[in-house]
């Protein structure tokens, strides 16, 4: 009885030949084919931490947001009078407007979760979209109010004060970029991933 093999490029099986007659290829036995990449079905559901169909890039400006809001400083003040500190510290020292991001974030992380099928994810792109970009505005609209106040704060002291972008913004605009690359890859399958159809 002959072995039976099979076409490393159309999978095909053959019994008692060397070569695949379509693609001369040789042929190879069944454990040694190449794995092709699951493609899940439209309404098939995804653990709730895949990174595939976009979920990943989504999850990533979420998480960075979030780093972003604790740790990094928004803007810093340099002149005669030096003043930084993170987000996180100026929300509770009386800026409202930054308890935007870990908002925005946090419902990033929910609608991820809760939209697990292809489907699904392609009906959130838009909101995915829109929330993605309530960081960025929240820290431009900071960012304005914090400007005027310094530029007070240098006439009353007399002295030269300058409003600095800090690494937090930059974080900010890098989650912004992410989650929006994100939003319009969600739910979608990749173009170079065969299917089996």
């Known amino acids: 009885m002959h072995q039976v093999l099979f076409c490393p490029f159309c999978g095909e099986a053959f019994e008692g030949a060397e070569r ?9 036995p069944w ?3 190449p794995q092709k990449p699951h493609v899940p079905a439209d309404d098939e559901p995804l653990p709730w931490q895949s990174a595939l169909l976009g979920r990943g890039l989504v999850a990533a400006g979420a998480a960075l947001s979030l780093l972003a809001f604790v740790a990094l400083p928004l803007a810093r003040v340099d002149g005669a009078l030096a003043m930084g500190g993170s987000m996180l510290l100026l ?3 009386g800026t409202p407007k930054l308890w935007l991001v ?3 974030a946090c419902a990033q992380l929910a609608i991820l979760y809760r939209r697990r099928t292809a489907a699904s994810m392609r009906a959130a792109r838009l909101a995915v979209g829109f929330v993605a970009c309530v960081p960025a505005l929240a820290a431009v609209w900071t960012w304005l109010g914090a400007r005027n106040a310094v530029a007070l704060l240098a006439e009353r002291l007399h002295q030269p004060l300058q409003l600095q972008p800090a690494s937090g913004a930059y974080a900010l605009g890098l989650a912004a970029v992410l989650m929006l690359i994100g939003a319009t890859q969600l739910g979608a399958k990749s173009s170079h991933v ?3 159809e």
């Open 102 to 104: 870990p908002a925005a």
């Open 194 to 196: 065969p299917t089996d």
């Open 31 to 33: 454990r040694a084919l």
């Open 91 to 93: 929300a509770l020292s």
């Open 20 to 28: 695949c007659p379509e693609h001369e290829l040789l042929l190879v």
